[in-house]
């Protein structure tokens, strides 16, 4: 069976053109390079209950995130579950120390997705096959997002979709290649809206499979806060990790 962390990935390929997904990714990326991302992820109840298998049956169990520590993740917190308003939602965040060593697999390397991958230099922060960037192509694929009937159709099952990726970098922003910019942080969102459109959603920047970020460094006040932060969630994932050994164990 996936777990939840893979089947995110998935999921949001197959069902985004179908309207029954929430998707969130919320990136803070700090002047040495560590950070975390949070992640939510929501799927309308009635999907949920035709889907083959529930993304939100294993969640106690940590082995799908404890794989991606090999991707440049250094801990997770367990996910925190809520339903609200037709959708139930996950959310969780994960901690890195070199955002230039991390991959986002979202799919466990099933060949679904491409990975995501991720670069910081010189001002300049780098962002490849993005999900969201994904999501678009593979909408852009789909012979029935061309055809003006087929989306009023599909009009009723996407009330409600949105998908949106928000990027904080190390300083004020000079230029972001089609997403909103405000100070040091850079959005984008899809929408339903978006996708019922005369044409098949785009977003300028994206078509090369990279979004680039520009901005001025600036200084990092917050640098004690965030040391303490990191510290607290990898002792924290060291304990579920541990806890999940023992209850292993004794099965």
């Known amino acids: 069976m996936k777990s939840f962390f893979t089947l995110c990935g998935v999921l949001a390929l197959t069902l985004a053109a179908t309207g029954c997904v929430k998707f969130k990714q919320a990136w803070v990326i700090n ?3 560590s950070g975390k991302m949070t992640m939510t992820m929501g799927f309308s109840e009635m999907i949920l209950q035709q889907a083959p298998e529930d993304p939100f049956a294993n969640l106690d169990d940590p082995s799908d995130m404890m794989d991606q520590e090999d991707n440049g993740w250094v801990a997770f917190t367990k996910p925190e579950i809520k339903t609200e308003g037709g959708f139930k939602y996950a959310t969780f965040v994960g901690y890195f120390e070199d955002i230039n060593q991390v991959t986002f697999s ?3 390397g099933n060949g679904d997705m491409e990975d995501s991958s991720y670069s910081l230099a010189d001002g300049t922060f780098t962002v490849t096959n993005g999900m969201l960037g ?8 789909d012979p029935s997002m061309q055809d003006p009937q087929m989306r009023a159709m599909m009009a009723p099952m996407m009330e409600g979709m949105e998908m949106t990726e928000t990027y904080q970098v190390p300083g004020e922003i000079t230029g972001a ?11 984008t969102s899809l929408t339903a809206e978006d996708i019922l459109a005369a044409t098949p959603p785009t977003i300028d920047g994206l078509d090369d499979g990279e979004l680039t970020i520009t901005f001025t460094p600036g200084p990092w006040p917050e640098q004690d806060a965030w040391n303490a932060e990191l510290a607290a969630a990898k002792a924290e994932w060291q304990a579920i990790k541990d806890s999940a050994a023992v209850g292993a164990g004794a099965e």
């Open 177 to 187: 290649e089609g997403y909103a910019s405000e100070g040091n942080t850079a959005s």
């Open 134 to 141: 994904q999501v678009i192509a593979t909408m852009k694929e």
């Open 106 to 108: 979202g799919d466990g």
């Open 31 to 33: 002047p040495d390079g």
